[in-house]
């Protein structure tokens, strides 16, 4: 089940955005092959990782001309393939672009990498923290007067990376079910990255967003719209920006707004923000969320994946599943027709090479001279 049911990508092994699209992809329905590399894995436990949920594992060595040739014979049966190397790696390897599309002139060819496969910083290494630092996203993530603070690897490889790969290959899919012709993706963490800031650089060419770290509303500089310490030492997070929500909140904290300075004049911030810090060290976080969850404040805990786990709303939307006792996001976002199956758990890198390789057309001859050759690995 799932929308891209029917829909056949190669995933070639990488780690990071590349396996989140492909994850993705497969999450919906669509029948993804990942290759790995023979050799050791990149990652200590391969077969424990999420990001490799849902999909068909085969090993293919990709130095050796029989296992390239097979590679080559993959890509005639597929629709899309992604990979996340360096740009020229795919070249060198004989899988670029230009065989693969020779191949299969439908074929979407995704390509993730950090800055772009154009440009003076093409061939440089990186990571997440490098692009994020380059598109004006990571500037502006911090407490004023402090330096920035990491989010994770969520704005450059995960949502502005696997995402937008994603993104990519479904938009070149429905074009090429139009036009008949596949064509290259340039999906990079750099692009993706300057993409999910496209409203703050529209606030600030309005005059409405300072460059300064902390000092807007979205950034912890309006005090209600920030997190807050309670009396057993665990955080609240309030998003009470409009009059409306704010006025809740003020009556939820019995707070007179008499009491306070005007809300949006930023020299006040300060003394609003001490006034709410002071009330909410006065509850515990569960007392909180008594009064204040559900209600018209724009209030909610901050809670750890393990306590996210258990709250009421991700679990009526059984937004976590558990495989093989891995605790997850289940597949998103949600479809009235064409919902996903759960996913299957992880498998180990060439647990299903024969049998994937056969679905995917290779004959069992076939097959058996590209093991014979030490072109493919993995159990028969």
Known sequence: MGPLQGTKVIEIAGIGPSPFAAMMLSDMGADVLRVDRI?????????SDPLTRGRSRVVIDLKHPQGIECALELCAEADALIEGFRPGVMERLGL????????????????????????????????????????????????AGDKPVVPLSLVGDFGGGGMLLAFGVVC?????????????????MLDGASLLMTMFFGLRGA?????????????????AYDTYETADGKHVAIGALEPAFYAELLRKLELDPQSLPPRMKRKHWPEIRERLAQRFKQRTRAEWCELLEGSDACFAPVLSMSESAEHPQVRARHGLIELDGVLQPAPAPRFSRTQPDTPAPPSQPG???????????????????????????GPQ
């Open 39 to 47: 050799g050791p894995p990149a990652l200590p436990h391969p077969g």
């Open 96 to 143: 670029g672009p230009e065989p693969c599309l020779a191949r299969n002139p439908r074929l979407v060819y995704g390509r993730m990498t950090g800055w772009g496969q154009t440009g003076p910083l093409a061939q440089a290494a990186g990571h997440d923290i490098n692009y994020v630092a380059l598109s004006g996203a990571l500037h502006a993530i911090g407490r």
């Open 172 to 188: 070149g899919l429905l074009e090429a079910q139009r036009s008949g012709q596949g064509q290259v993706i340039d999906a990079a």
């Open 207 to 223: 005059g409405a967003f300072r460059e300064e770290r902390g000092s807007n509303l979205f950034d912890g500089g309006w005090p």
């Open 351 to 377: 647990a299903d090479t024969d049998v994937a390789l056969a679905r995917w057309g290779v004959n069992p001859e076939r097959i058996a001279a590209l093991r014979a050759a030490g072109a493919i690995a």
